[in-house]
């Protein structure tokens, strides 16, 4: 028969126990249980046929448990601030005042140009994808005029606004 995974007793079996059963997150809990049943002296393949956990998560677990002590169990995802933004607020500010200007080739800017100045000012590539959400935080968007139907006729546009405004009121809503 296998043998049980050894722990070092930073809790009690009580404890342990307790803090399964009287945890309101489901990762917690779900941490305790693992730790309290090996700790009872269930082996890993055990514990696993019992929490649907994989031995390889309950051996970390059971190593982060020996390491820090309870410290370790619980969900650690909101402890991870993630990558550091691209820009710091020095070059966001001064984004900001290149985007008040036109663009070197002229018209606006629009995703492709935010990220080639991007590029040009880290030294590195900078996706469009990037660019764009950039803009998006400056809530800049493409202002043009859509473009003109080269057949148009501007009476009968004018003819078919004043119309069409009197359709819209005589409609039942």
């Given at each position: 028969?296998?043998?049980s ?11 342990l ?14 941490h ?12 890993v ?7 649907n ?11 982060r ?8 169990l ?43 100045w ?9 996706s ?33 606004k ?7 009121k005589?409609?039942?809503?």
């Amino acid at each position: 028969m296998p043998s049980s995974l050894k722990l070092k007793s930073h809790l009690s079996l009580e404890e342990l126990k307790q803090r399964y059963r009287n945890s309101c997150d489901s990762v917690e809990r779900s941490h305790y249980q693992i730790i309290w049943l090996l700790a009872s002296g269930k082996t890993v393949a055990e514990v696993s046929s019992i929490t649907n956990y994989s031995t390889k998560w309950i051996y970390k677990l059971a190593s982060r448990y020996n390491h820090l002590g309870e410290e370790g169990l619980g969900d650690r995802r909101h402890q991870n601030q993630g990558n550091k933004p691209l820009l710091d607020d020095v070059q966001l500010a001064h984004l900001w005042q290149r985007l008040q200007t036109p663009p070197v080739d002229g018209g606006l800017w629009n995703s492709r140009k935010v990220a080639d100045w991007m590029s040009e000012l880290l030294e590195r590539p900078v996706s469009k994808q990037r660019g764009w959400e950039y803009l998006r935080g400056y809530e800049l968007r493409l202002k043009q005029p859509r473009p003109a139907h080269t057949e148009s006729d501007p009476f009968e546009q004018e003819k078919w606004k004043k119309t069409s405004k009197q359709i819209s009121k005589t409609m039942p809503r």
